[in-house]
């Protein structure tokens, strides 16, 4: 089997990965000014996709153009979930050089989209394949490749402990290599009901002294995690942005949630904002808690939220994921500035971070890496990758870090 990786080495985003010169797994974008996309538009025999994140599915329109046509197979939240991200590219960005497709090759992903479900296994270009649990969001998948000599085992973003919307990882097949993600591989997560818990009190403690908090979350299950925390503590919210349309999207596919009846609850806790006749601004006003992208600061309602909040000490920035380097979100955390509509924003306001990380720590990465000890480690998506492979080879594993471009054989 020969593995090229086309983007996600040694990186963070725009993660795509050749099987074979004919199978393409995930077609993804790294976000930034300007975004960043895989090294080569290949030309596979199909494409396999992880899950529905923009660093996975933001370039899959631009394997249509011209008389391309390579079938597109993934569950059916992703399906739904990169078709949503495309339109919102082309909203944001279509016709520039930051958006690599057009409104005619989204409209093909419909054509050629084939979807599947958990552990059922299907056959395409000479590869078997299933798609397992992944634990990450609604619909992420582990991939299990066999090309009828070897088996491989793509982890993409995966989470070994159940969230309120997700059920944990728990698939380990058999395989002969696997290409492993290792985003946290130097983080050791707090306890899910600890970082909730200190949340929700701080949450409660600036609403119970007039303030307001915005909480900016990825629209694409860390959203609807937030909004499950909040109803489950009775704490009244709104919703703002994409994370509004994913879920009401999420509550039609149930068999890809931990709980259709709990998600139904809080989708109900909250309220939708429109964003029409000024309504943002009034409910910035408010003594309330809004959930709203975008995650990093980068766009989304959160531009009307912060400037409206951003002087009052009183209130209150709940940043919930991640911030890449180069971000407002970043910025905000380091030096208590964001640039905010192109300004460089000074914030009054208290900041805070809450890991509600939906990846596996170092502890979660070794629970699935142990049980293949004795099997090739391809170690991807990334800030340290080599120096986690450099880790596991101290632990006997046979680990490798492959570089941009780099092709493995197998």
Known sequence: MDIRFLGGAEEVGRSAILINDRLLLDYGMLTGNPPQFPIETPRPDAVVVSHGHLDHVGAIPSLLSGDRRPPIHWTAPTQELALTLARDTLKLHGGTYDCPFTQEELHRVTQVSETH?????????DHSITFYNAGHIPGSAHVLIDDG??????TAD?????????????????????????????VQHDPRKQIETRFVESVRTTM???????????AIGRTQELLLVCAANNIDCYVDGMG?????????????IRGEEALGHAKSNARFVTGRDGQRKRIAEQNTVIVTTSGMLSGGPAMTYIPEIRSNPTNKITLTGYQVEGTPGRSLLETGRAEINDRIMP???????????????????????????DTRVLINHGDRCQRFADELNASEFDATAPTLGQEISI
């Open 158 to 186: 995966f989470h070994t402990e159940n969230q309120r919307l997700v059920s944990a990882s728990t698939a380990r097949p058999e395989a002969d290599v696997v290409i492993c993600e290792s985003t946290y591989s130097d």
């Open 208 to 218: 119970w002294q007039g303030g307001t908090v915005i909480v900016p979350a990825f």
């Open 244 to 256: 509004k349309q994913v879920t009401k999207m999420l509550k039609e596919h149930p068999q890809f």
């Open 149 to 154: 000599d070897t088996r491989l085992f793509y």
């Open 117 to 125: 479900g958990y552990r059922e296994t299907f056959d395409v270009a």
């Open 347 to 373: 914030i009054s306001a208290q900041v805070e971070w809450y890991d509600f990380s939906a990846h596996a720590d170092k502890d979660g990465l070794m629970e699935l890496l142990n049980e293949y000890k």
